[in-house]
C-alpha cells in the first residue's frame, strides 16, 4: 500500500510538472508570436500603407481592397479573406499550429488597425519605405514563425492550389504573389508601386531566413588528409574544438582516407588551416559557411 502510494505521489508529481512545462511554453509562444505580431502591424502603418506597397500575400490583396473600399479597415480585411483559407485548411494544419496561426493573424490585423490612425503625417521617401517595410516586416514574421506560428494568409492558399495543379509549394506560391503585385499595379495605376513591392517581399524573406537561422560565424572544415590523428589531436588541443572523424574512398582512385570533420568559429578558421598546413601540406581542406550551430561550444541546444 505504502508502495502504491508513493508510486502515486511520484507519478502526480510528474503529470504536474509536465502540465507546468506546456503551460510556460503556450504563455512563451503567445508573448513571442505577439511581440512579432506588433513588429508586422507596425511595418504595414509605418512604411507599406502610406504609399501603398502590396508586398505579396492576403495583407497585399487587402490593401488593394482598402483602395476601392475605403470604409473597410484593412486590418479587418485581412480577417475577412484569412477566414475562409483556415477553414478550408483545418484539416491539413496540426491543432497548435492552427490556433497559433489564427492568433497571431487576428492580433496583427487588430494592431493594424489600432497602429494606423496615430501614423498619420509620417512620410518616408518611397524607396527607403520599401526597404524597411521588408526589415521590419521580415522580422516580425520571422519572430512569429519561430514562435511556430503563421500569418495565413497565401501559404495556406499555396498549399491548397499545389495538391490540385501539381506543381510545388514554392513555385505556387511565387504565382500568387506575383499576380498580387501586378494586380497593385493595376489598381493603383503605377509601375513604381509594384517594383517597390517585389523590392519590400524580396528584403522581408531576407530577413525571415536572418531572424530563423540567425547570424552564424562559423564554418565548417572537411580535411582529407594522411595525417588525420596528428590534425584531429592538434585542433582538440590548440582550438579546443570537438573533431568528428569517418573514413571514405575516392572516386577515381578508390584509395581509402579518413576525413576530419570539425566546425569552429569564423576567428579560428586562419588557425585551421594552419595547423592543417603545418601537419600535411598535402591535405585537401574544403571550408563552408554554415547556417547556424547549436551544441556544446557554441550556442545552447534548444534556443529558439
Not at 63 to 83: C, Y
Not at 109 to 118: A, F, G, T, W
Not at 127 to 155: E, Q
Amino acid at each position: 500500500m505504502q508502495f502504491s502510494t508513493a508510486t502515486c505521489r511520484t507519478s502526480s508529481l510528474q503529470v504536474c510538472d509536465m502540465t507546468r512545462k506546456i503551460v510556460v511554453r503556450a504563455i512563451r509562444d503567445v508573448v513571442g508570436i505577439t511581440i512579432g505580431c506588433f513588429v508586422y502591424a507596425l511595418s504595414f502603418a509605418l512604411f507599406v500603407i502610406p504609399h501603398d506597397l502590396a508586398p505579396g500575400g492576403v495583407s497585399g490583396l487587402a490593401i488593394i481592397v482598402n483602395h476601392f473600399f475605403k470604409a473597410v479597415p484593412i486590418g479587418r480585411t485581412i480577417i475577412i479573406l484569412n477566414t475562409p483559407l483556415f477553414l478550408l485548411s483545418i484539416k491539413r494544419l496540426g491543432k497548435g499550429f492552427l490556433w497559433r496561426s489564427v492568433y497571431a493573424t487576428i492580433i496583427s490585423s487588430v494592431l493594424i488597425d489600432v497602429i494606423v490612425p496615430y501614423t498619420h503625417g509620417f512620410h518616408v521617401d518611397m524607396l527607403l519605405s520599401a526597404v524597411y517595410a521588408g526589415v521590419v516586416m521580415g522580422i516580425g514574421i520571422g519572430i512569429i514563425f519561430r514562435f511556430f506560428g503563421s500569418t495565413g494568409g497565401t501559404d495556406l492558399l499555396a498549399q491548397l492550389l499545389s495538391e490540385r495543379m501539381g506543381l510545388s509549394f514554392g513555385t505556387t506560391l511565387l504565382i500568387i504573389d506575383t499576380i498580387i503585385i501586378a494586380f497593385s499595379g493595376i489598381a493603383f495605376r503605377s509601375v513604381t508601386i509594384p517594383l517597390y513591392s517585389i523590392v519590400s517581399l524580396y528584403i522581408s524573406a531576407k530577413a525571415i531566413d536572418l531572424v530563423q537561422e540567425g547570424i552564424s560565424f562559423s564554418k565548417a572544415a572537411w580535411v582529407v588528409s594522411n595525417q588525420p590523428e596528428a590534425i584531429s589531436n592538434k585542433v582538440m588541443v590548440e582550438l579546443d574544438r570537438g573533431v568528428t572523424k569517418f573514413t571514405a574512398a575516392g572516386g577515381f582512385t578508390g584509395e581509402r582516407k579518413e576525413v576530419v570533420f570539425c566546425i569552429v568559429p569564423q576567428s579560428q578558421i586562419s588557425h585551421l588551416k594552419q595547423i592543417v598546413h603545418e601537419v600535411d601540406p598535402d591535405a585537401f581542406v574544403a571550408i563552408m559557411d554554415v547556417t547556424e550551430t547549436l551544441g556544446l561550444g557554441f550556442k545552447e541546444l534548444g534556443t529558439r
